[in-house]
C-alpha cells in the first residue's frame, strides 16, 4: 500500500497517492453533515486498518496534508489515536518510528487544533508505550519549551498536561541513559511558566504541577516555597480558569499535605474566604470544596474559628438556587407529563448481603448534580460538625431574617434558609434541641408554599429531624405533632410537581425507618396515599414509591399481614406485576418491593406466592438463555434481572419458612441455582449463595442430591486470590456453607478439611477484609466444628487463637451459639488443642453478655472447670492472673 525510499541508508516511508486520495475522501464523508450512512463509511475505514501501514498515512495526513481543511486532519489524528490501543503491540518498530518522527514537529504547529491533537496522541503513545522507548520526546519537548516560540512552548505544554494528568508517574521515574527523573528537568520549568504572559500556558503548567501533589516527588517537596510563591501569585489571576486551578491546588494541599500549608494558613483561608464569592461560578465552588476539605482533614478547629463570622453568611447566600440552576426549570415540569427514557437514573441493586455491617446510605443528595449551592451546604454541614453549637450565634439570625422575608422576590432566600436548617441539623443539634419543637412547627405550613422548592427542601429537612419527631411521640403534643408532619409528608406526596413528589417519597421513606411500628395505627391512611400516588406517577417516580412501600413494609413487618391493609396494597402492586413483561427494567423495583412485602408478611404472603416464584423461575432462566442465545431468548441479557430474582426468592424464603418447600420441590430451582453460583457475575453470584443459604435454612432436603457440588462451589469462594474484589461473595458463601452444616451434619464430612484450610487463613490473616466476613468465617468454623468435631478438632492447635479472637468479636445471637457449640465440641474431643490458646478462649467465652440457651451456658462451664482440673501446680492461676481484671469478672458466673 505504500513505497519506501532508501536514502543514504534511512528508510522514509512515502503515501501513495490513491491511498491518500480514498482515506481522505472517507475522512471528508464522515465528517460532512449531509453523508448518509456513516455506519458505512466507518466500517471502510476500519476495513482499512488491516493494512499494517494504514496508520502512517493517518499521520501524514494529520501532519502534511496542508491542502486539507483542519478538521479532516484532526479527524485524521484522533482515528490514529483510537487505533494505537489495538494496533500498538504488532505495529512493525519502523513504523512507530515514522509516526512518532511526524509527531514531534506537529507540536510547533501555527494551527492550535493541530497542536492540541498532536498532545493527546502523543500522550496516548506514552501511556501505551511509556516514555523509555521514545527518547527523542523528551528532548523535543525541552527544546519547545526553553525555544520562546509561543506556539512550541504551548505544543509541548499541552502534551506534557496530558500526559501528568493521564499518567503522571512515568515521569517521576528513573529511566535507563537519563542522569535524572524527567519530572526534575520539567518541574522547574513548569513553575518558571507561572510567570507567562501567555494565559494558557499559565493554566498547563499549573495544571501540571497540580497532578503532582498525591505523588509529591522529590523535585516538587524540594520546590514546595517556590511553588506556593507561585499560587500566591497566581491567586489573583486575571483568567478564571486559573484561579480554579489554584483553589484546587490548595484544596489537594490540604487534604493530602496540610502541613506544608500551615505556615500560609491564615493568608490561604482569607484569600479562599474572597474567591469563594468570585464572579466566576466555577472558581465559586472549587474555593468552597476547601472548607470541608480542611474539616475532614482533622485540622485544628481554631485556625477556622475565627473567620467563622465571615464564612457563614457566604455559605448561606451561596445556598441560594442561582438564576441559571437546571432544578429551576425541572420545578415547572407539569407532573402529569410522561418521563422520557433520559429522565430515567440509572438504579443500582445492591444484591443481598449476610452479616453485620451494611452499606452507607447515601440519602443526602436530592438531584445529582454538584453545583456550589450543595456544595455550600455541605461545607456547612461539616462545620455543624466541627463546631456544634457554636456556629448558631452567627447562623441564626441569618436563617431567622431570611424566613421571616416575605413576597415572592425573597423566595429563594427562604428556600436556602430551611436547607441551611437541614444541613446542620446533625451538628447543631444540642443547640437547636431545645427549639425544636418551635423549628418543626415552623416548617410544617412549608410543606404547603406555593413555590414548589421550597415545598421540596421542607420535606428534605422535616426528614432530617426524623430521630427527634419520632422521640416525641411519648407524649401528647409530640404525638400531635408526629402526626401533622405525617399527614403533611402523605400530602406531598401527592404533590403534582415531580420534584416534591421525589423528595416527599424520600423523606416519609426516612420517617418510615425511624418510625417503624409507630407507624400500625396509621397504616390504612398511609397505604390509601401511596397507591394513590402508583395510580398517579410517571415511571421515574413510581421506582420511589415502590422504595417506599418496601421502607414501610421492613419497618412494620407483620403488621402489614391483616386483611384491611393487603386489599389496599396489593391489588395495585398485582395489577402492575401482570402488565410488565419479564424483560421490562421496570421490573426491578417492583421486585424489590415484594421481597420487602414478602418479608414483612411472613406466612400470609403464601396467597400470592405461587405465581411470583413461577415468574422468578422463568426471569432467571430466559436470563441464562439469554446470556448464549439473546435470539432464542427473546431478550437482551441483564444480569440485574438474575440478582432481584435470585433476592425475591431469598425473601420467600424467609417469610414463608418450610412453607416454600412445595414450591421448590415442583420445580428445578436447584439447578438454576447452582449455575447462578458459578456465574462470572460477583453480584449473580453474591445473591446465588443468599439464597442457597435461606434454602439450606428452610428446606435442605431439596438440595441433598447436588448437596456436594454446592458445598465445593462454594469453598471455591473462601480461596481466591481475587478474595479482596469479591468479599461479599465470599462472605454469603461463607455463611451459607454453615447453614448447610448444621441441617445435613455429617453428609458434608467429605469436604470438611477442605473447608477449614480456607477459613484458617482468613482468620489468621484479618487485615484487609471486612468485618462481616471474618465473623462469617468464624461462625461457619464453629458449626463445621459442632457437627463434625472429630474431623475438626485433631487440628484446632492450628487456629485456636486467631478463632477465639474473632469469636470475642461477635456480638451475642444465635450464630454465636452455634460456633460455642462447636468450641465445645472440639474441646472434648481433644481437650490437649487448646492448652496453649486457653488465654484466648477465656476472653472468647468473657465476651458474651449472657448466653441465653442454658444447655451451651453449662457446656461452657463444664470447659472452664475441665481445665482447672487439669492445670495443675499453679498452672491454673498462673492462666487467670493473664487475664485483665474485666474478663476476669466476666468468668466470675461461671463459678472458676
Known amino acids: 500500500m505504500a513505497s519506501s525510499a532508501d536514502g543514504g541508508g534511512v528508510a522514509t516511508w512515502q503515501p501513495q497517492a490513491e491511498g491518500l486520495r480514498e482515506i481522505c475522501g472517507l475522512l471528508e464523508q464522515q465528517m460532512s453533515p449531509t453523508s448518509d450512512d456513516k455506519s458505512l463509511i466507518w466500517q471502510k475505514l476500519q476495513h482499512y486498518t488491516q493494512f499494517p501501514d494504514f496508520n502512517n498515512y493517518l499521520a501524514f495526513i494529520f501532519a502534511r496534508a496542508e491542502g486539507k481543511s483542519v478538521e479532516v486532519r484532526q479527524a485524521a489524528g484522533l482515528l490514529l489515536k483510537n487505533n494505537l490501543r489495538s494496533a500498538f503491540e504488532t505495529m512493525p518498530p519502523a513504523n512507530q518510528h515514522y509516526i512518532k518522527s511526524e509527531l514531534l514537529p506537529c507540536m510547533g504547529a501555527s494551527d492550535r487544533q493541530i497542536r492540541s491533537t498532536a498532545g493527546t496522541i502523543i500522550s496516548a503513545f506514552v501511556q501505551i508505550g511509556g516514555v523509555v522507548g521514545w527518547p ?49 528537568v520539567f518541574l522547574p520549568r513548569f513553575i518558571q511558566l507561572f510567570q507567562s504572559p501567555h494565559t494558557t500556558l499559565r493554566k498547563l503548567s499549573l ?47 490540604i487534604e493530602i499535605r496540610s502541613a506544608v500549608l500551615e505556615p500560609h494558613l491564615r493568608n490561604v483561608i482569607e484569600y479562599m474566604l474572597i474567591v469563594n464569592k468570585d464572579p466566576d461560578d466555577e472558581v ?90 450543595k456544595c455550600s451546604a455541605a461545607a456547612l454541614d461539616f462545620l455543624s460538625n466541627v463546631f456544634g453549637d457554636e456556629i448558631l450565634p452567627t447562623l441564626m439570625p441569618i436563617i431567622q431574617a431570611n424566613l421571616s422575608a416575605t413576597g415572592d422576590a425573597t423566595w429563594k432566600d427562604r428556600e436556602a434558609a430551611v436547607l441551611a436548617l437541614g444541613a446542620i441539623a446533625e451538628g447543631c443539634i444540642n443547640g437547636l434541641y431545645p427549639h425544636l419543637s ?151 423495583p417492583l421486585l424489590e418491593c415484594f421481597t420487602s412485602i414478602a418479608q414483612a408478611l411472613g406466612a400470609g404472603f403464601s396467597q400470592f406466592a405461587q405465581p411470583v416464584f413461577q415468574r422468578c423461575i422463568s426471569i432467571i432462566q430466559t436470563q441464562q438463555l439469554a446470556k448464549v442465545d439473546p435470539v432464542s431468548a427473546g431478550a437482551q441479557y441483564d444480569k440485574e434481572f438474575i440478582v432481584c430474582s435470585l433476592d425475591l426468592l431469598s425473601g420467600l424464603a424467609e417469610g414463608l419458612g418450610a412453607g416454600i ?100 487463613p482468613i482468620l489468621q490473616r484479618p487485615e484487609g477484609l471486612n468485618k462481616s466476613l471474618i465473623e462469617n468465617c468464624a461462625i461457619t468454623l464453629g458449626r463445621i466444628a459442632w457437627v463434625c468435631p472429630e474431623l475438626v478438632s485433631p487440628h484446632m492447635e492450628h487456629f485456636m487463637q486467631s478463632w477465639c479472637l474473632a469469636l470475642s468479636m461477635i456480638r451475642d445471637d444465635i450464630e454465636k451459639e452455634d460456633a460455642f457449640r462447636g468450641l465445645c465440641a472440639m474441646v472434648r474431643a481433644n481437650p490437649s488443642g487448646a492448652l496453649n490458646s486457653l488465654v484466648f478462649m477465656c476472653k472468647a467465652i468473657a465476651s458474651w453478655n449472657e448466653i441465653r440457651s442454658e444447655e451451651l451456658r453449662n457446656e461452657v462451664c463444664q470447659v472452664l472447670h475441665g481445665y482447672k482440673q487439669m492445670l495443675k501446680n499453679g498452672a491454673w492461676e498462673q492462666c487467670m492472673s493473664a487475664l485483665e481484671p474485666p474478663v476476669k469478672d466476666k468468668l466470675l458466673k461461671y463459678q472458676v
Open 207 to 253: 495544571g501540571a504541577v497540580n497532578q503532582f501533589i498525591m505523588l509529591m516527588p522529590t523535585v516538587l517537596y524540594v520546590s514546595m516555597e517556590k511553588y506556593l510563591q507561585g499560587l500566591f501569585v497566581l491567586a489573583n489571576d486575571t483568567a478564571p480558569e486559573v484561579r480554579k486551578l489554584v483553589c484546587s491546588a490548595f484544596v489537594q494541599l
Open 136 to 184: 527523542e520526546l523528551l528532548h523535543a519537548l525541552v527544546k519547545c519549551l526553553d525555544s520562546n516560540d509561543p506556539n512550541h512552548m504551548e505544543g509541548a505544554m499541552d502534551a506534557l498536561s496530558k500526559i501528568c494528568e493521564d499518567v503522571p508517574q512515568v515521569l517521576d521515574a528513573d529511566i535507563s541513559g537519563l542522569s535524572e527523573r524527567p519530572i526534575n
Open 661 to 760: 418447600e412445595s414450591l421448590v420441590s415442583q420445580s428445578n430451582l436447584r439447578d438454576l441455582l447452582l449455575q447462578c453460583c458459578i456465574d462470572d457475575s460477583h453480584d449473580v453470584r453474591q445473591s446465588a449463595f443468599a439464597l442457597l443459604g435461606d434454602l439450606a435454612r428452610v428446606c435442605p432436603v431439596h438440595l441433598r442430591s447436588r448437596l456436594p457440588e454446592f458445598l465445593d462451589v462454594a469453598a471455591k469462594q473462601l480461596n481466591t486470590p481475587k478474595l479482596k474484589e469479591t468479599l461479599s461473595v465470599a462472605n454469603n458463601a461463607c455463611w451459607a456453607i454453615g447453614e448447610l452444616a448444621i441441617k445435613v451434619q455429617k453428609d458434608m464430612s467429605s469436604i470438611v478439611l477442605t473447608v477449614i484450610s480456607y477459613l484458617v
Open 438 to 588: 418551635e423549628i418543626i412547627t415552623f416548617l410544617i405550613p412549608l410543606l404547603d408554599d406555593n413555590f414548589p422548592l421550597i415545598r421540596s427542601i421542607s420535606c428534605w429537612t422535616l426528614s432530617r429531624f426524623s430521630k427527634y419527631i419520632v422521640q416525641g411521640i411519648a407524649h401528647q403534643q409530640g404525638r400531635e405533632q408526629f402526626d401533622k408532619v405525617l399527614m403533611g409528608l402523605l400530602r406531598r406526596i401527592l404533590d403534582d410537581n415531580k420534584r416534591v413528589q421525589e423528595a416527599a417519597c424520600s423523606a416519609f421513606a426516612t420517617l418510615e425507618e425511624e418510625a417503624a411500628e409507630e407507624l400500625a395505627p396509621r397504616l390504612d391512611v398511609i397505604l390509601q396515599h401511596l397507591m394513590c400516588a402508583f395510580g398517579k406517577y410517571q415511571r421515574r417516580n413510581i421506582r420511589i414509591v415502590y422504595d417506599a412501600i418496601g421502607t414501610l413494609a421492613d419497618a412494620v413487618g407483620g403488621e402489614l399481614n391483616q386483611p384491611t391493609h393487603l386489599e389496599i396494597l396489593m391489588p395495585p402492586l398485582i395489577a402492575k406485576w401482570q402488565q410488565l413483561s419479564n424483560s421490562d427494567k421496570d421490573l426491578f
Open 284 to 373: 465559586a465552588l472549587e474555593a468552597c470544596e476547601f472548607w470541608s476539605a480542611y474539616c475532614e482533614a482533622d485540622l485544628p478547629p481554631e485556625n477556622l474559628r475565627e473567620f467563622l463570622p465571615r464564612l457563614i453568611p457566604v455559605l448561606l447566600s451561596n445556598m441560594a438556587y442561582a438564576d441559571d440552576d437546571e432544578s429551576l426549570v425541572d420545578a415547572e415540569v407539569d407532573g402529569s407529563l410522561p418521563d422520557r427514557d433520559q429522565d430515567l437514573k440509572p438504579r443500582f441493586h445492591s444484591s443481598r448481603f449476610h452479616g453485620s455491617e451494611d452499606a452507607e446510605d447515601e440519602d443526602d443528595d436530592i438531584v445529582n448534580v454538584w453545583n456550589l449551592r
